[in-house]
């Protein structure tokens, strides 16, 4: 039951704008988005839960779709800070018990 | 305040060998979480503690897999006869709570090499 993120990487240039998406087969109760740089832990970026509410730590703004059961994590004017794996987290069972994607690799620019 | 903390950092052990990973979870968090995380790969869901009790052991690979936690605050994974394919880096979360609407707190990792 493990989300399928796209697209597998991305290459953009500082200032420009990427929407990486999460798709589960399951339905599901929230989604968690975390960013990871090499060599370092996972760190939070936002909560999506089931009925529209959010909660996340950065200017990141993101969607979640429970009817397609799909979430969409939006960069806007990018950063080099942007730059790392994301990976999301499904919790379809209500209880915080998070299924992984592979990860998109994010690579922003000078 | 403090962090998720794991030890060790890196773990080397010949093929066949017990080894324990430990983590400290944040202080107050009553949710633990293993993952493992192969070269290039995903979180993959191991096991998860709701104070010191494992309603889901789903996600241990093998029965040479076990977890403890020990009043309601660390823990330790435990892998005997390791094997090979065992190499992974093994990551700790704890959040407040198991609703879903918690985030999860990762601590640095335990990278295990069994050669």
């Known amino acids: 039951q493990q989300p399928v993120q796209s697209p597998q990487a991305v290459i953009l240039r500082e200032g420009e704008d990427a929407v990486i998406n999460c798709s589960s087969s399951k339905a599901l109760y929230s989604v968690h988005w975390y960013r990871q740089k090499h060599g370092e832990a996972p760190v939070f970026l936002m909560i999506?839960?089931?009925?529209?509410e959010q909660k996340g730590h950065e200017k990141i703004s993101a969607s979640f779709n429970e009817k397609k059961q799909q979430s969409s994590l939006y960069l806007t004017a990018s950063q080099l800070s942007y730059s790392g794996t994301y990976f999301c987290?499904?919790?379809?069972?209500?209880?915080?018990?998070?299924?992984f994607g592979r990860g998109n690799q994010v690579v922003v620019i000078p | 305040g403090a962090g998720v903390s794991q030890s060790p950092s890196n773990k080397v052990t010949e093929k066949g060998k017990d080894v324990e990973l430990r983590c400290d979870p944040i202080?107050?968090?009553?949710?633990l979480y293993w993952y493992r995380q192969s070269l290039g790969q995903g979180l993959e869901f191991l096991i998860y503690f709701q104070g010191n009790s494992a309603p889901d052991k789903s996600g241990l690979p093998s029965d040479r897999f076990s977890a403890e936690r020990t009043g309601g605050s660390v823990s330790t994974l435990t892998i005997q006869r390791t094997q090979q394919e065992d190499s992974a880096v093994y990551l700790c979360?704890?959040?407040?709570?198991?609703?879903?609407?918690?985030?999860?707190?990762f601590g640095p990792g335990t990278r295990l090499t069994v050669t």
């Open positions: 987290g499904t919790d379809s069972y209500g209880n915080n018990r998070l299924a």
């Open positions: 979360a704890s959040s407040l709570g198991l609703a879903e609407s918690y985030e999860q707190y």
């Open positions: 202080s107050g968090h009553t949710a």
């Open positions: 999506l839960l089931k009925g529209g």
